[in-house]
């Protein structure tokens, strides 16, 4: 069984490599990650284009050794990570992987999960902090593990192309890399509906909502990357970027969005959706009772929790802890049999229905993992970083 689809993508061959200067991939990624050196720019080039880029752990495992001896090199000033071919930045990560590994009947490891988000988790973290500026083109597709690249990256550029979103709740998963993180700091309950729902927004969305941070005409990124090599991340951008954004969509979505999704109670949001006046709203409560009844509950709480929790290392850590109970369940594989593997699209959700998910169930997956705890280095630990944290502009 290959161990390359995304939530959205269906694996591929790998590529051939090339070489990078002073950081090369482990041997179980080759070809799937190009690490290069152009100058004092380093770039991170995801190389599996017929499976949109989607991740699999050899390519996190490369990635987070080359920034580590990048940080470290003081010929680097600047890192650049983009997707190869036309279709996506990154479409998530590997989760025909999770299915096998989930599933010990078809030779998987069951353990071999909890080390992928281990060390997903970490490089999330690590580019949240990095020392030098890390700039993410997330032009095309960036969903799922593609916005634990992208979205916490010091500068943050997309385009008219751009189609960002984090689909988990779709396979019966929760949204993780520090989706909860970055939703559950939208202004007002947009974050809410956009990871219950699984709805993708566009880049000029993602600025309006503070998950992108420069809109960049595609025809002008070969210009951009360019620019990269010869001055400073912030001037290249500034020389590159639209000085006008044009608007999203989500803004005008706001008003029913805030009143239906208000509180804690999914029940209480879904009767709303279903009762509103507006045609998105109904269709909503549609969308998000199709999926894991589980799924969304835990999402939920997910999200208001991490509204309470400080910094990004917090939240990843809760993500850990959830991430295990969830695969631990039955949804998650029924999720991915019904998407992927299957693709009949007729999942069987246990429990099948929201009252059939109590608060204790829920609870549980929030609960402290003793010594398998994720403990990531607090901020406290790192180097200022290049950029202050930033903030929707709603």
């Not at 007002?188 to 005409?217: N, P, R």
Request: hydrophobic share 40%.
């Amino acid at each position: 069984m290959p161990r390359t689809d995304s939530i959205n993508s269906i694996s591929g061959e790998s590529t051939r490599v090339e070489p990078g200067v002073g950081a090369a991939a482990p041997p179980d990624c080759d070809g799937e990650v190009l690490l290069q050196r152009d100058g004092s720019l380093a770039r991170i080039i995801l190389n599996r284009p017929q499976a949109l880029n989607a991740l699999t752990h050899g390519m996190i495992r490369a990635i987070a050794k080359a920034l580590t001896e990048w940080a470290d090199d003081p010929a680097v000033h600047t890192v650049l990570l983009t997707g190869s071919g036309d279709r996506a930045l990154c479409a998530g990560g590997d989760i025909v992987s999770i299915y096998r590994d989930a599933r010990t009947a078809f030779g998987g490891d069951p353990d071999e999960n909890a080390r992928f988000w281990a060390d997903e988790y970490t490089l999330n973290a690590q580019i949240k902090r990095y020392p030098k500026p890390f700039v993410a083109l997330m032009d095309r597709i960036v969903l799922g593990g593609g916005v634990g690249l992208s979205g916490h990256a010091s500068y943050r550029v997309v385009t008219e192309r751009t189609r960002l979103g984090m689909p988990e709740t779709t396979i019966g998963f929760v949204p993780d890399v520090g989706g909860s993180y970055l939703y559950s700091r939208i202004p007002g309950e947009l974050g809410t509906h956009l990871a219950l729902t699984a709805a993708t927004m566009t880049g000029a969305d993602a600025i309006t909502l503070g998950l992108a941070d420069s809109f960049v005409d595609s025809a002008r990124l070969d210009c951009l990357v360019d620019a990269l090599k010869r001055m400073s991340a912030a001037d290249a951008i500034a020389e590159h970027a639209a000085t006008v954004v044009p608007p999203g969509p989500l803004l005008g979505e706001r008003p029913w969005i805030d009143e239906c999704y208000a509180g804690d109670d999914l029940s209480v949001i879904i009767d709303r959706l279903q009762k509103s006046s507006v045609a998105a709203g109904r269709a909503a409560a549609t969308a998000i009772l199709a999926k894991s009844p589980t799924a969304v509950t835990v999402t939920l709480e997910s999200l208001r929790r991490a509204r309470n929790l400080g910094t990004l290392e917090e939240v990843l850590e809760q993500e850990y802890r959830v991430s295990l109970r969830m695969v631990a369940g039955h949804d998650v594989i029924e999720g991915i049999r019904a998407q992927v593997i299957d693709k009949d699209r007729a999942p069987r959700w246990q429990p099948s229905t929201l009252d059939a998910v109590s608060d204790t169930d829920v609870h549980a997956h929030f609960a402290p993992l003793g010594d398998r705890e994720l403990r990531l280095p607090r901020p406290s630990d790192f180097e200022p970083t290049p950029t202050t944290e930033r903030k929707a502009t709603t």
